[in-house]
């Protein structure tokens, strides 16, 4: 998702046309012989140039596209190998622990659910796996619940404070977000939402298969987070009445449960969150739009090069790879309940974003 | 002087008056002097001033008890009713969203405390209606609470089952809740939205009234002195024509009129001296120190309610913290939150207390705050620092918070010491606003019964003048 209380998707108005080229930085991870340790993440730019692949769009990347991630060619180190002094990675090494900011509010993603801070999720799995990858062993890592894209508390303001290393809250990587004022670099995508309609199950107790453009004409109320790029889709496809906005988007379900609304628009990521609330619920099998590369944020510092950004794109790389129980493949199944559809891709462009 | 000069010396008129009896009929008819009929005349225009006198002093005095009477039956019983029932829901909001922040099932005594605070809300809500009769905005007010109440319950129940399955969902219920309890205020274009505000509103409504009433209760009643004046510049110059015409200096019966009306003036005025003394001190001791009393609780529950809210939202209600710790903009400009202005309603009570139990009180209940302020600070540090566990535990008073400092123990020492401190105020407005009360009673009864003494006074004093005419 764009954000959380009430800025989710704000100004996320162009998406990008996906194309699915983390095969690239698959090949690329695969392709260095010492694993692991060893791999090396080719740099987007470089390799996923316009009509560096056949099915690359003909048109430019906008400047804030694949080049504009930080990528890395550097090796991912080992445990015990040197790192660059004075960086990211040497400080977290020194500390013994990385600080992960994370939401708990993202049920299946981020969330508390004992309420005794033992989050989980698939974000948290993918936080957990860049301190492993770092320490070698699980349990180095310590969790921070961040707002997301709260401006004074969010993740920019706590990356930028140092109080976190990385990132990891459903965030879209988004143009404003890798080159506006609160500046931050991204990872490549370790999942890509679309957006989605979440109603009620059909009489046949089957998801429905409705999509947004068959509601026209039924008067059916569609709830989406306050200024939202969903609301406007709504608003541009249903007419301004057809919108209903609400600060958060699990008000939705509130909403959907208590039948103000009949039908819910916004990130897949949501969506299954919901779901897994509501046993009467259901994404409506309507294929879905508007790509949304969500990434690992870390902290921009235009003098102190990120040594992080690189290693989490290659751990990433290295773990759509991997087959076993720590793997992307698995971890998806396991807190998503579902096998993966696809692999997450590194889009051609961004979407612009806010 | 030519009434003088027309009068007939006491002597002749003892005279004529002793022969006319003997003569009836027309003569003595003609033959009485006409000082005679004006006498009588001024005989029934004092009489008639005496009876109008007690009449218009009477009904002032009603006017007066009436007035206190209005205040304290209507006016006063919605605004004890409406406060009630702000009261009951602020701390039902606090204790749900407390009993949220709990996992797996709600502790039984806040279960308790939640349903004892619903049932008290009705109660008062049903005696609120009762009271409210054809009063369109307190009936409207009433309307809005009773027709929302079951919707906040409904949403507070969806919340509490959802978060025993550890659904997340359940926090926007309690937030939906919560909000459609807090409510927005008045403002100068919009009326007040939720359950809180339409309390506040019929409780603001009711005081203009009662302070309107109080108003006429506090009165010297104009009427009755521009009567009473009146009657008293008669009897004087009926006195003075009397005293100079005859060659009495004093007619007793005029005297004592007179003497009665200056009693029942230094009656009635003393009267409501004594009463609007009492009603004064009612309502520095008492009333205001209630009603500021009262404001503080509130925003106590507010501030807990606000706690327990962004503790539970983990990231997602942080507004609530800022509602209770208060917003420096931009420009350096200071908005106070919940905190701010509990800490100055507690000073306010604190100065406001008339005695050494009060102030004792007041100083307790902001030593309170000030712990729990401390408390508070210190759980948000936790929370900050991703000891959330430790932060839940201190707003709880559980584990290794169940003994020592914690913000839920702060809390309910604050609750405990402004419940106290109300009670004591409470008592204090009840004594004064009764003896206020009890300083007029009596006065109508004697004010009828100087009118009557002034009329008989009068009827005996002139009749015996009119006597020595016939």
């Known amino acids: 998702m764009t954000t959380m209380n009430g800025r989710r998707h704000r100004g996320l108005r162009t998406g990008g046309v996906a194309v699915v080229v983390a095969a690239v930085a698959l090949s690329a991870a695969c392709s260095s012989p010492g694993g692991a340790s060893k791999a090396v993440m080719p740099r987007p730019g470089q390799d996923v140039a316009p009509g560096g692949l056949p099915n690359a769009p003909k048109a430019p990347p906008t400047p804030c596209g694949p080049s504009a991630t930080a990528a890395a060619l550097n090796a991912l180190p080992g445990p015990n190998d040197p790192v660059a002094p004075g960086g990211t990675l040497d400080k977290i090494r020194k500390r013994g622990f990385l600080i992960a900011g994370i939401d708990v509010n993202t049920e299946l993603f981020g969330y508390d659910p004992q309420h005794n801070n033992n989050p989980q999720g698939f974000d948290v799995d993918m936080a957990k796996a860049v301190a492993r990858a770092i320490f070698g062993a699980d349990g180095h890592i310590q969790f921070r619940v961040v707002t997301l894209a709260d401006p004074t508390t969010g993740e920019f303001a706590q990356l930028h404070a140092g109080n976190i290393d990385l990132a990891v809250e459903t965030t879209t990587i988004t143009c404003a977000r890798m080159e506006g004022a609160n500046r931050m670099n991204f990872s490549n995508p370790y999942y890509t939402a679309q957006l989605r309609l979440l109603m009620p199950l059909g009489d046949d107790g089957n998801p429905q298969k409705t999509s947004l453009a068959q509601l026209k004409g039924t008067g059916t109320k569609v709830c989406a987070t306050l200024n939202s790029t969903p609301v406007d889709i709504i608003k541009k496809t249903l007419g301004d009445s057809a919108a209903v906005q609400v600060p958060n988007a699990l008000d939705c379900l509130a909403d959907l449960q208590q039948d103000q609304v009949g039908a819910i628009y916004t990130d897949d990521a949501l969506l299954r969150g919901m779901a897994s609330q509501d046993p009467h619920v259901a994404m409506t099998t309507a294929p879905g739009g508007q790509d949304q590369p969500y990434g690992i944020a870390t902290n921009f510092d235009p003098k102190t090069p990120n040594d992080l950004t690189p290693f989490v794109n290659t751990v990433l790389a290295n773990m759509i790879q991997d087959p076993g129980p720590n793997g992307w493949r698995s971890l998806f199944a396991k807190d998503l309940g579902s096998q993966p559809g696809s692999l997450p891709v590194i889009p051609p462009a961004y979407p612009l974003g806010s | ?470």
Not at chain 2, 171 to 182: G, H, K, P, V
Not at chain 2, 330 to 340: F, I, Q, S
Not at chain 2, 368 to 387: C, I, K, P, S, Y
Request: hydrophobic residues 45%; aromatic residues 6%; charged residues 15%.
């Open chain 2, 1 to 470: 002087m030519t009434l003088a000069a027309t009068g007939h010396p006491p002597t002749q008129a003892v005279a004529a008056a002793g022969a006319a009896p003997a003569t009836p009929g027309e003569p003595a008819r003609s033959a009485r002097p006409r000082t005679d009929r004006r006498l009588a005349r001024i005989r029934v225009v004092l009489v008639v001033g005496a009876l109008l006198f007690g009449a218009v002093g009477i009904y002032g005095v009603q006017v007066r008890t009436d007035g206190a009477n209005d205040a304290k039956t209507h006016s006063g019983v919605l605004i004890e009713q409406a406060e009630q029932i702000y009261h009951s829901l602020s701390d039902a909001d606090a204790t749900s969203t407390t009993m949220y922040l709990h996992v797996g099932e709600a502790p039984a005594n806040l279960l308790q405390q939640y349903n004892t605070d619903l049932q008290n809300a009705q109660a008062a809500l049903l005696a609120a209606t009762k009271e409210a009769g054809g009063d369109a905005v307190a009936v409207k007010a009433l309307d809005q609470i009773a027709t929302q109440l079951p919707q906040y319950v409904k949403l507070n129940a969806t919340a509490a089952a959802d978060n025993l399955i550890g659904y997340p969902v359940g926090f926007r219920y309690l937030l939906q809740a919560s909000n459609l309890m807090q409510g927005t205020s008045a403002t100068a274009t919009a009326g007040p939205t939720g359950i809180l505000p339409w309390a506040q509103n019929l409780t603001d409504t009711e005081a203009k009234n009662l302070s309107a009433a109080e108003g006429t209760a506090k009165q010297f009643p104009v009427p009755m002195l521009v009567v009473g004046l009146l009657f008293l510049a008669a009897l004087v110059v009926v006195q003075v024509q009397e005293s100079r015409r005859t060659n009495r200096v004093f007619s007793p019966g005029l005297l004592a009129a007179t003497a009665a009306l200056v009693v029942a003036f230094a009656w009635t005025g003393l009267d409501i001296g004594v009463q609007n003394g009492h009603e004064d001190k009612a309502k520095t001791r008492g009333s205001d120190q209630v009603s500021v009393l009262a404001t503080a609780r509130i925003l106590s529950l507010q501030g807990r309610t606000e706690e327990m809210l962004t503790l539970v939202g983990r990231g997602t209600a942080d507004d609530q913290e800022t509602d209770y710790a208060g917003v420096t903009a931009a420009n350096g400009t200071y908005t106070p939150g919940t905190e701010a202005d509990l800490a100055t309603a507690l000073r306010q009570a604190y100065e406001l207390a008339t005695d050494a139990t009060g102030s004792k009180l007041a100083a307790a209940a902001a030593t309170d705050e000030e712990a729990w302020h401390t408390q508070h600070q210190a759980l948000r540090g936790f929370d900050a620092q991703n000891q959330y566990e430790k932060a839940v535990d201190s707003a709880l008073g559980q584990h290794d918070f169940a003994t020592a400092a914690s913000a839920a123990k702060s809390f309910n020492a604050l609750q405990n010491d402004l419940a106290q401190a109300i009670t004591h105020a409470e008592t204090s407005f009840g004594a004064e606003a009764k003896d206020g009360a009890g300083a007029v009673a009596g006065l109508e009864i004697g004010l009828g019964v100087l009118a009557l003494l002034m009329a008989a006074a009068v009827v005996r004093g002139l009749g015996r003048r009119i006597a020595e005419y016939q």
